[in-house]
């Protein structure tokens, strides 16, 4: 209980910048860099050394002063707060291009986030066998095949007017993380989360960056 | 002048938080909704109403008091300053399934992120004609296209090992926004920017927020 009043303490932006800090990490410890200084992590991850000091201040003493942070200890520590030092079970509804790009990356896995079953309503596209064996299911299996394989994420592709009968059916089988594609906002449960990805917001981030720089 | 000065006094985090305003309101707007509050506004995005008029303070005087902000002049400002009440042209270089999800999404059409040329290298592919009568080109073209064409932002969705090289062919053509979804990180000249898109950070704080949950 310790740990989860500690995890609590952690400001939502320093959460955010977590999985931004766990990349550059895990490219040192694999070169075998036993220690990074706040300046090179804030360059590698493109935030300000200050920042870096003052999100890393949050969860423990991994600084030595002057040098610089262990990198093993630091990667561990911010993978178990994010929840990355373990494998997520996660389900694609939807296996059109997105889908399929999603269901085919390599980061995923590298990750921990493993797709165990596909759905699609495609009549051409039910009974496809897929890499690892995942056969595409209709989406009326959902239930039954969530439960059977005891999923915890459900990754929506489908078409817009979909979406939401899908997450509901997808609460309802008991996930409760929903990571959405469909350009729409998904209603939710108290007890479930969602995260929407709109890849405009992106854009239009460059696009007012590109605007000042003119 | 005077509105690029006042520009560059808007933080950052609000800049980011703009696209998140502007959808709702968008929807405000077509369904001939004049005024909105800022717990309304809050609701609809998701986060706190002291945030909203934080935010919104920033850029001139919308908000009438008690009553709310008026839905077609803040939408306008918002465009204005994210560079969205303007078209953007646009290339994609990748057309797997990733590049074509992109390619069709209509999100980007309708809210003015035009490709105006597709590239690959893979030789099945180059000639194909897609909608719009763009015609898939070998990339070695991206330099004569991107002056021809004058595009302004190029979508990166090639291998990771490709994406840098691609970048800087972009970059020397005259391209200066580049959105990356290769999981690598892209070295850019000064007067460039660039955009990350990795979709393992949604789901690590889904899975943070999953986590925190039980």
């Given amino acids: 209980m310790a740990k989860n009043s500690k995890k609590k303490k ?39 050394p200050a920042q ?13 002063r002057g040098v610089g942070y262990e990198v093993s200890s630091l990667l561990k520590e911010i993978k178990s707060i994010l929840g990355t030092d373990r494998k997520w079970r996660l389900c694609l509804v939807g296996l059109g291009n ?7 990356n390599q980061n995923f896995k590298r990750r921990g986030y493993i797709f165990v079953a596909v759905f699609d309503s495609d009549p051409a596209k039910i009974g496809r066998i897929l890499e690892n064996g995942i056969v595409v299911e209709h989406p009326k299996k959902i239930e039954e095949v969530v439960q059977k394989l005891d999923i915890e994420i459900g990754v929506i592709t489908t078409p817009p007017l979909e979406a939401q009968r899908i997450a509901e059916v997808l609460f309802s089988a008991g996930v409760r993380a929903v990571l ?27 696009a007012y960056h590109l605007a000042k720089l003119h």
Same sequence: chains 1, 2.
Avoid: H, M
Wanted: aromatic fraction near 8%; charged fraction near 25%; glycine fraction near 4%.
């Fill in 10 to 48: 952690i400001p939502e932006p320093t959460i955010e910048r977590l999985p931004l800090y766990s990349r550059p990490l895990e490219e040192l410890l694999e070169a075998d860099v036993p220690v990074v200084s706040s300046e090179t992590l804030a360059k590698l991850c493109g935030v300000n």
């Fill in 98 to 104: 997105l889908g399929s790009a999603l269901f085919e």
């Fill in 180 to 206: 959405n594609f469909a350009p729409i906002q998904i209603r939710k449960p108290e007890c479930c989360v969602v995260e929407n990805v709109d890849f405009t917001v992106s854009l239009e981030n460059l």
């Fill in 52 to 64: 870096v000091r003052k999100d890393l201040a949050y969860f423990g003493e991994f600084g030595v």
